[in-house]
């Protein structure tokens, strides 16, 4: 059965609302309030691509790889300021 966000327009109550297919068109009662029937909110659906690329997990990085680029940026920034570099991050059994 598919679920529905719904508000309620007299107190504004927020709730999920799972409705059967053949009550589609009917109305749902606010359990807060008990004197308005609920609105149907419309919400976009989450965009997830299928496709060759776009995989969720190959733009995902490291820790390291996001630390050691951060490192880079901020060396590079240091340098223009005529500062020193930071120091390289600990690797492996140094920690």
């Not at 709730?15 to 009550?23: F, I, N, W, Y």
């Not at 820790?63 to 930071?86: C, H, I, M, T």
């Amino acid at each position: 059965m598919p679920t529905y966000p719904h508000r309620c327009p007299g107190c504004h109550h927020r709730t999920l609302v799972t409705v059967p297919m053949a009550q589609r068109d009917d109305t749902v009662t606010c359990p807060s309030c008990e004197e308005h029937d609920m609105t149907r909110l419309f919400v976009a659906p989450p965009v997830v691509y299928k496709t060759g690329g776009f995989y969720a997990t190959s733009l995902r990085d490291t820790a390291e790889d996001v630390a050691e680029e951060f490192r880079a940026s901020s060396n590079r920034y240091r340098a223009a300021k005529g500062k020193e570099p930071l120091p390289p991050a600990p690797k492996g059994d140094d920690l």
